[in-house]
C-alpha cells in the first residue's frame, strides 16, 4: 500500500471530472472506492472538499491517500530506489535550480506507472530530491518511447506556475523527429482532430477532418507545425516539429496521417501508413534502429520564480538516433540546430 500522495494535474489533464483523472493515474480503482473517498474527505483538491463529479484544472494540486497495491503491483513501488537506478535518472539531469528539475528522458522509461510499468519516472522522484526533504514532482508527461526533455517543479507554487504556463501556451516545445519519406511542402501546419479509437488494448488515437471536430463526440482539436530541416532523397527526412496543443499522441497521429510516419513507430507507421506511394511504413530496415525516432529536443519557457525570465533548455539525442543520423549524413551543426520556428515567435 502506498502512502498519502499529492499529484499536480498536468496540462494536459485539466478540464475533467476528479474520478476520471483518479482511474487514469490509478487503474486499481474502483468508482465506488473513489466515491467513498470523496465522502470521507479523503481526497482533496487544494485543500478543499470534493465530489467524484468535480473538474480538476491544470495546476492543482491533488490529495491522494493510502491506496491499495495494484495486483502484481508489491515489487513494482520500491521503498526505495536501486542505487543503479538513482545514478541512472541523476546523470539524466540537464538542469536544476531551487525551483525545478529538467531531465533528459531516456527512450523506454516511463513517465508514470501503469498495470505493467514497474520503472517509471514518478517513482524515482526519490533519488532527485538532493538537498530538499521533498520530492520533485512531474508537470507533463512524455510517451513511454519518446526521449527528451521533461521538467519537474521542486515546491507547490512551482508545479502551479509551471503548469499554467504549459496549460497558457507560454511555453515553446521543438521536437526532433525522422520521418519515413519527404514532406511536401517542407513546413505547413497539420490541423487533423483527434479522437479515441475505441475498443480494448494499447491507447490509439484517430485522425479526423479540422471540420468534424464540432459535431464529432470525444473530438478534440490538434494542431501541429512542421518543418523540414534535411532530407535523405525521398527515402526519409529529419523534420523538426512543435506541437501548437498538447493532445495525446499528436505528433505521431498526425505525421502517419499525411503520409510521413515518424520511423520506428509500430502503432501509427504499419505498412498502412504510405510515404507517397512507396508504402514502407515507419520500419526502414538495414542498420536503422527499429526504436521510435522521436525526441523532445527543446523547451523555452518563463522561469516560474521570475517571468519576465526566458529560461531555454536543450537535451541531446539518444544514440540511436544519433546512429540514424550519422547514417544519413545531417550534421547537427549550429545552423541546424537552430529553431527552424523562430520567426514566428
Known sequence: MSGVQMIVVGHEEGQQRLDRFLRKRFPQLQQGRIEKMCRKGEVR???????????????????VPPLPAEKGEARSVPSSV???NARMIREAVIYKDDHLIA??????LATQGGSKQILHLDGLTEALKFERDDAPRLVHRLDKDT????????SGPAATALSKAFQSRETLKTYWAAVAGAPRPRRA??????IKLGGKGAEKMRCIHPDEVPSTE??????TDYSVVEAAAQRASWVALRPITGRTHQLRAHMAEIGH?????GKYGGNSSTNEGDGWGSQLGGSISRKLH?????????????????LRLVAEMPEHMKNSWDFFGWQVDDEAAADPFEDEQ
Not at 531531465?103 to 523506454?108: Q, R, S, V
Not at 470525444?218 to 494542431?223: C, E, I, P, V
Open 218 to 223: 470525444g473530438a478534440k482539436r490538434a494542431t
Open 189 to 194: 501546419t497539420i490541423r487533423f482532430g483527434l
Open 261 to 265: 510516419p515518424i520511423v520506428g513507430d
Open 294 to 310: 522521436l525526441h523532445a529536443r527543446s523547451l523555452v519557457l518563463p522561469h516560474p520564480a521570475d517571468p519576465s525570465r526566458k
Open 45 to 63: 483538491v487544494e485543500g478543499g472538499r470534493v465530489k467524484s463529479s468535480t473538474r480538476v484544472e491544470s495546476g492543482q494540486s491533488v490529495r
Open 103 to 108: 531531465i533528459n528522458k531516456p527512450p523506454g
Open 82 to 84: 536501486s542505487h543503479a
Open 147 to 154: 526521449s527528451g526533455l521533461i521538467l519537474l517543479a521542486r
